[in-house]
């Protein structure tokens, strides 16, 4: 990897980053610096967006949304690439959609799409804080939840060339997929559990995970800020230990989980 003071440029082909866009960023910081404990620093990129930060370790970032767009609020994983036009090229050519981008964006190119079911991801060219996705110590764990964990697998193998990146394994579990990275499992794709249905939580979506040394007092913190629990839960497995899925105030799902010592 490359170095830029506190960034570096992050392998190719896996998560980088995930992020949350709000129409109020006053109350969606006040919410989880209550539940997270999370610290709040400007970004290279001005005043509306903010890289939250836990014992000086880069979180996650959070951002106002122009008024004038008004899509739900949803955590969203980055996934590091070389090459943000020949990422876009892929994504079109395996019918997923092409949101945004590639725009300039900081100090590199990003882009926004959503899989074929619809599952919403970002993808990222250039310089990224230090991140890395996982259990543990690794800021959040991320899990797709979709129709067929296959042809999940085939989409996002191919857009990121899992098969020749350096490092990274695809493992086959018998009712889910996991992609690793060396000795870390990255993220985790389930399929199967989650169907057509005129529910907004049960369509494929990512779901990120963040690791607290006690969840129901952070429920309980989500509760008192505003938040709320997640109308019928449908917790991926496998996930070591006790579990909740919450809402933001504006209803941004998240999932918290205990800590894992190492």
Known sequence: MSESADHVVPAS????????MVSDLRTAQAFYAAVLGWE??????????LVASVDGSPVAGIGERHPLFTPASMWTPYFAVRDA???????????ATLGVGPVALGEGRAGLAADPDGAVFGFWEGYAPAWSPGEGP???RLDLLTRDVFDASVFYGGVFEWATEPGI???YRHDHVEVDQGRQTVLFLHGGGVQ???QAHLRPRWQVTFAVDD???A????????????RTPTDPRPLRGFSRTLQDPEGGEFRLSHRVAE
């Open 85 to 95: 036009d020949l990422a876009a090229a892929r994504i079109q050519e395996r019918g």
């Open 196 to 198: 057509s249905s005129a």
């Open 13 to 20: 082909g896996v998560p980088c980053w995930v992020n949350l």
């Open 40 to 49: 709040f620093r400007a970004s290279s990129l001005g005043d509306y967006f």
């Open 219 to 230: 429920v309980a913190a989500a509760l008192d800020a505003g938040g709320s629990k997640a």
């Open 215 to 217: 969840v129901e007092l």
């Open 138 to 140: 690794a800021p959040a």
């Open 169 to 171: 394994q695809v493992v």
